[in-house]
């Protein structure tokens, strides 16, 4: 099957600090990229869907100049999470949808941790 | 109201066992589909199975099949012949719209645990 890769795996960080994460389709091409973000013992909630070449569409409550996502490519998608808190700790996931109606895959995360 | 539920947040079973963990969904689409992913400690969402809105008969692969009673709206996983390996969050997700052209919607898991 197709593989989605994510890095760095787990990152730890300093309040305040800016941290980017890249959500990368190796063996296809990726229209659509999702971003997802998960507390701990909870569901995967849909951040934004991000299409190559526009701006990402975020989801409600999700602020679009915290959580800058770029699409530049059709194999690259990256999420930036800006002057980082604490409260932001989460596990971040992205997945990756070949085609329109195409099946998705998902990357293997990535965990941040906000000191 | 919550598209995906599942009403069971822990559920036991021992080796060898079968076990079904539970999924109701609710959507108006005529076209969706209905999917399994089993998510261990390391985080990883791990597909397991598909069932197609249209499709009539349950989908199997493996030791996983799907009981999909489309009037009840239901999609329950069962897993035969439990391994210690099973162990993990299993989360239940719906993807609605012509050519499931929509995002995923998750159901918020169920965490199974297999007994030696």
């Known amino acids: 099957g197709a593989v989605v890769s994510q890095h760095p795996s787990r990152v730890i960080c300093k309040s305040g600090t800016s941290v980017k994460i890249e959500c990368r389709s190796l063996?296809?091409?990726?229209?659509?990229m999702f971003w997802y973000r998960q507390f701990p013992k909870q569901s995967l909630m849909l951040m934004a869907t991000?299409?190559?070449?526009?701006?990402?569409?975020?989801e409600q409550g999700v602020e679009k100049d915290k959580f800058l996502i770029n699409h530049a490519s059709l194999t690259l998608s990256t999420l930036t999470v800006t002057s980082a808190h604490p409260e932001d700790s989460s596990f971040y996931i992205c997945?990756?949808?070949?085609?329109?109606?195409?099946?998705?895959?998902f990357g293997p995360g990535t965990r941040l941790t906000v000191l | 109201a919550q598209k995906i539920t599942q009403t069971q947040p822990g559920m036991f079973v021992q080796e060898k066992e079968a076990v079904t963990l539970d999924c109701t969904y609710d959507?108006?689409?005529?076209?969706?589909?209905l999917f399994w992913y089993k998510q261990p400690s390391s985080g990883e969402m791990i597909f397991l199975i598909y069932?197609?809105?249209?499709?009539?008969q349950n989908a199997t692969e493996g030791r996983y099949s799907l009981n999909f009673q489309k009037a009840r709206k239901s999609a329950n996983l069962v897993i035969s012949a439990s391994q210690l390996g099973d162990s993990a969050m299993y989360f239940c997700?719906?993807?609605?719209?012509?050519?499931?052209?929509?995002?995923?919607?998750f159901g918020p898991g169920t965490r199974l645990s297999v007994l030696p």
């Open positions: 959507t108006s689409d005529q076209s969706y589909g």
């Open positions: 997700a719906m993807r609605e719209g012509r050519n499931y052209g929509q995002n995923f919607v």
């Open positions: 069932q197609g809105s249209y499709d009539e």
């Open positions: 063996d296809f091409q990726a229209t659509t």
């Open positions: 997945s990756a949808r070949l085609g329109g109606a195409g099946e998705q895959f």
């Open positions: 991000s299409n190559e070449g526009s701006k990402a569409t975020y």
